[in-house]
């Protein structure tokens, strides 16, 4: 099965080829970024001697022609242009970036106004855990931001036991690779080398995407207060809940019943870690209690279960392959 | 006016030295370990050329004759011991170990049975903005612990205005010296190398030291929920404060008021990061809020404002200087 | 085809573990450390829901019952000795220690009495590049040290234009993994974070097997100056041979020469550097001239083409299988 | 005595900042960089609350009314157009860039046509080690590279002893501030993390400036290859020269002899670190052997022995004040 790779400069541009290249059943037929004109191996120089591919300059109709299903790592606003034409012309798309992900107001208040209003009602959220029926037969899937990703699987087994009234508070922590490739001061080597801080606070916009997705998936109308800071390394993300039980309960047993069938979700019983899950699609979850006080902590590899693996995961399903082809397992350990 | 460091093998000795000897009045005449009979040099490489003191193994009786104030830079139980004897020889005490933070009962939960309970009484707790008057009549400090130090200054402040019915959350950051010198398996390089994770969630015996200070100063019996992490870092400390306010109030003018006039707390208007901190001793601190939800955010170095240069604001105080005299302000950037 | 990992705590018994999982030959049927008692989940929390078996208390005739081949992830002195009773019981090793590495003299002047005498002169050096052939036949192969293997495949091309009289300088820069997963106080991220230095220099017991393989495979006698460095990274090693040409000489041809049909040796065209290498068996080489000065830059992952993925390269050509089957060539980018 | 600070907006701007604070003698009374119309807290917030000046667009004639001397923090050709008009206007100059470090002719052909041949020769190279007389009655010192320094005085007191027909190579490594402050691809930290390489080995404009000055210093004329590296670290450097020995010497004693009057030179007996440097003006230097392969090994921090502490020494001396005032000494260390 012929699948394209559109944006693969970026860094979930490469995860994607670097994950299809071993795949059983896609192949990669076609690879485009913005430019064109580049063997994927100047573009990647560590794809050298391991993949031979030109890359063109994104064209819609030339992937239909080679590939029924298409992986999207572009910037949000461009994705769905490319989406829509794509859609229309009869290939599946995987839009890693953010246009399918939210309800057109939620989407509109927090990114742009949105090009392909046509198609955001048939996009499902691709996190396979929540979603795996509709996914089965979906045509667009829009791929969950990182931080939702790690965020939604740890609160979503608890929220029945949450006192929603009181506040449900998120510290998140992520390595670099999250803000990218382009050069950016904050990603400067001698800005966060040996540094830590917190950005957007309650500002950022995965805090709308956790909201709406409670709201959806549970049915419950809750205010997420969210913080996310950022790592001095390259890959990983950890994930802090902070919630108020209405009762008490046996949260492992919870969180056991939750993902009993998952085979990308495991449960930890010390604090997770990032090299755990750094290199793999697994999220690790891990769950305390002070009294009332719930503690939930999850770990997952932003660019892998937080993007191109979790994409690769939703395309195996769109396609009706197992959901656990090709899907990397092991761990970037030691 | 000469001054002993006792326990000087350790991170914590170590900055104690690096910062008495440029201090204008304190003179060290007195340097001390387990084992002695060594150079402070070979001790500490990085001093050749800089110092040139002799190492002694640690004797009370020696400290008395030499100096008028001792640092103890030693592990807890170990400390009490000889903080015991210096005071009953009438040298000041500048304790950094856990000894003397907590009310007897608190302590005794969270360490061991206490060997010297006719001075715990005595002791002034060292967090010089909320205990000056104190200090500057003490012969006996308690040094606070590194997370007490940025979660109360955080705290403290924004106390009268949070609902302390709702669950206040504290999720921490540590750089990995405030794990200290010894081996062991969670600072081993390949192990925390590109890595993060939390450690005793909810357990931590900083989590009392705070509790208990919230009452003592604030007068607030409260559950405060504390989960520390390490970072891949070597020094600083960042603490993300949640809670929930029971009004709205202007929180900057809060901050600011709380902190007008002291020297090592600067209000930040953007989140805190770890090396506008790391080699001084300032605290420097952001607020935020969602509507109710509260986010406090500071940041110290664990090394200096958590442990070495508080200790010398707190003996400056004790001796009647300057608490500015002699204290690092200039950070390690970049 | 059943293989068996002896020595499966450390890092390369990891490695060895991770690549053997996907492997579409070998079968890993034991795993031993020198404990036992333990699921590989608990000795390695990474592999949780990857892989499940146990780890026993290493036996020979255990192995010989379960496997043809094993590989020995033990220390040097260790290892010979387990190595000696599977030969004996007509199993296939692959040795990841020093053991047969040397000739009987270079070894035992610089480790230790030898206790396999019998054996060490049956065992092929394992660098596929030179001594195909001889691996094919080979029941014994000694897997050569990572630094080493980016010396001498950095070296090997060159030295009939080097003149040897001059000087050879070899500066290397390992991550620090290659010192182990033991604690030291040269492993601790408080030393190491941050920092940089030589070690072992002129001394390092690499520097003699790369002397005697130049003389083995070359036929040249000529003095090796080596210096290692430990870079704070987890993985990766980086190799700089300097080295004075007798004549002017095309080296870009002649490294292209050299490698032509080297599956997992990359010619680059500007330095090397450790990423793109990291969590491969590919060997990158840069090289360039000021006049008669020659610099040679090779880059390796020191646990994988520097131990385990050389390992199983060697593994493949003693079972007759192609030599990269089951090799991982795609790099821990970024 | 009033100096200027002209180029504060990079890291070598701000360690002059930092290191002038607190300065006995000298005042900082300007502070310049290329725009103005800041406060230097807004250029660094980490000199929140530390120093309050404004920061002006730099001008020569308000030099001039308000410093005796200048220090220029700028990029080559910028810095020699302003450092005349300093000069003309009668006011001391230290500049840090290259435009005076080079004889005409080598400056020509490796950066650019000069615009102020009236002055360079009268620059003084500002090696206070070997030119310590001349910096005393200098009005224009050129501060040496970063590399040059740590080559050079690793060098030079072996330079009689050296076989200069035989090739000297230097392997040299530095942390990624010596590429400044400017967004770069090889200081993103998603490409510097994790990671090592060289850059312009053989190519690198501190090449003719190493062998320059051994000419003009040591009267020797030798090829010296020099390969430098990026490691993933903020501040330091390493050097590693490898040449060839003449005859038998005690390379230790050379070595004490040559530095037995150096305030700023440590000899080490086992290989240098970056950490024991880093903060301070310190030159470290290790020595060892091989028969007759020599390998001297010198570590500086790269910020200020490198650039910054050592223009204040250099200040120093051409003021007629003690080399040591206010020189920082105490090492970032942990």
Known sequence: MNVAIIGASGYTGLELIKILINHPTFNISYIANSTGEENVQELHPCLKDVIDVEVSKADANEVAKVADLAFLALPHKTSMSFAKELLNLGVKVVDLSADYRLELETYEKHYCPHEDKEHIKDAVYGLPEYYKEELKSSKLVANPGCFPTAALLALFPFI????????????????????????????????????????NPFKH??????????????????????????????????????AT??????????????????????????????????????C???????????????????????????????????????????????????
């Open 160 to 199: 029945d036991y949450i006192d929603t009234n009181a506040q449900i508070f998120i510290d998140a922590k992520t390595g670099m690779s999250g803000a990218g490739k382009g050069l950016k001061e904050i990603t400067h080597f001698g800005h966060l080398n040996e540094n830590c801080h917190a950005y």
């Open 205 to 242: 916009r995965h805090m709308p995407e956790i909201q709406e997705k409670v709201k959806l998936v549970k049915g419950v109308d809750c205010q997420i207060n969210f913080v996310p800071h950022l790592l001095p390394i390259t890959r990983g993300m950890l994930v802090s809940v902070f």
């Open 245 to 282: 039980l209405k009762e008490d309960v046996d949260v492992n047993k919870v969180l056991e019943e939750a993902y009993k069938d998952s085979a990308f979700v495991r449960i930890r019983n010390t604090p997770v870690d990032l090299k755990s899950t750094a290199g793999t699609n697994f």
């Open 284 to 334: 690790d979850i891990f769950v305390e209690t002070n009294e009332k006080a719930l503690f939930v902590n999850s770990s997952i590899d932003n660019l892998l279960r937080g993007a191109s693996s979790q994409a690769v995961v939703n395309a195996n399903l769109m396609c009706g392959l197992d959901e656990e082809e090709g899907i990397p397992i092991i761990a970037y350990v030691p």
